[in-house]
């Protein structure tokens, strides 16, 4: 009697174990519908070119996204090798859209060159969108 009364109990914390692990593991139905870099804070001109003294500006559009939704772009120049330096980064945890990063150099101008914008959904790396200062 105490073995089955044992095996019941060790099957129900089993079961309560595998319930919050599902849980748990559930994901996010949000998605990145669109990314697009543009040449103005309303996200309305599409580009992939800027002048060294513009501000780099990339309108992110989300799709069933939950207020907990975590997006992030992160901004890189690229040498002529190949190798990317990041200069920005900033993140946003909300369901709007669209999603208006920006990038701006107080310095002086961007030198001219190749850049990217790498976006984030969730953590995940999801779009990666190259530019040029020209």
């Not at 992939?48 to 120049?77: E, H, I, Q, R």
Request: proline share 4%; hydrophobic share 45%; with cysteine.
């Amino acid at each position: 009697m105490n073995n089955k009364r044992n095996l019941l109990i060790g099957f129900v914390i089993s079961l309560l174990m595998l319930a919050s692990l599902a849980c748990e593991a559930s994901a996010s139905t949000a998605t990145i519908s669109s990314a697009t870099l543009t040449s103005d804070s309303a996200g309305a001109t599409a580009t992939t070119s800027y002048a060294p003294d513009a501000t780099f500006y990339c309108a992110v559009a989300l799709a069933n996204a939950p207020d907990t939704t975590k997006v992030k772009a992160v901004w890189y120049a690229v040498d002529d090798a190949g190798t990317a330096t990041k200069f920005a980064e900033k993140e946003i945890v909300g369901s709007g859209t669209p999603i208006i990063f920006n990038a701006s150099n107080t310095a002086g101008p961007w030198p001219v060159g190749k850049y990217r914008v790498e976006v984030y959904l969730n953590d995940k790396l999801d779009k990666t969108l190259d530019f040029a200062v020209q």
